[in-house]
Nanobody
Framework: QVQLVESGGGLGQAGGSLRLSCIAAGRTVSSVAMGWFRQYPGKEREFVAG???????????YYADSVKGRFTNSRDSAKNTVYLPMSSRKADDSAAYYC???????????????????WGKGTLVTVSS
């Protein structure tokens, strides 16, 4: 079992920055594919960003086209936490953001919402224009 808890959401203005955090318990974040997803009201969850590590310690990062160049992925191994720094935010970045994990997966195809194994409860991000 992996427990995931997101934090860092809130209200901010367009163009500003915010950093979401996802702390994991039960497995190290390096041992699973970690992903960020968002969900608009009445819509399906969509992929935002993902990060995973191979056994050699190399990492791979993936981003949805809508956030490339604005959002990044990072990790704090000591805290078993992954982060989603968000910059140049837009009004349509307003959504509920979820952290998710999937074991035994090694590729960009890992980040398909129905196949993620564990989910956090989400954190709400609101961007005012």
């Amino acid at each position: 079992q992996v427990q995931l808890v997101e934090s860092g959401g809130g209200l901010g203005q367009a163009g500003g920055s915010l950093r979401l955090s996802c702390i994991a318990a039960g497995r190290t974040v390096s041992s699973v594919a970690m992903g960020w997803f968002r969900q608009y009201p009445g819509k399906e969850r969509e992929f935002v960003a993902g990060i995973r590590w191979n056994r050699g310690g190399s990492y791979y990062k993936y981003y949805a086209d809508s956030v490339k160049g604005r959002f990044t992925n990072s990790r704090d191994s000591a805290k078993n936490t992954v982060y989603l720094p968000m910059s140049s935010r837009k009004a349509d970045d307003s959504a509920a953001y979820y952290c998710a994990a999937r074991g035994g997966c090694s590729g960009s195809w890992c980040y398909d919402p129905p196949y993620m194994d564990y989910w956090g409860k989400g954190t709400l991000v609101t961007v005012s224009s």
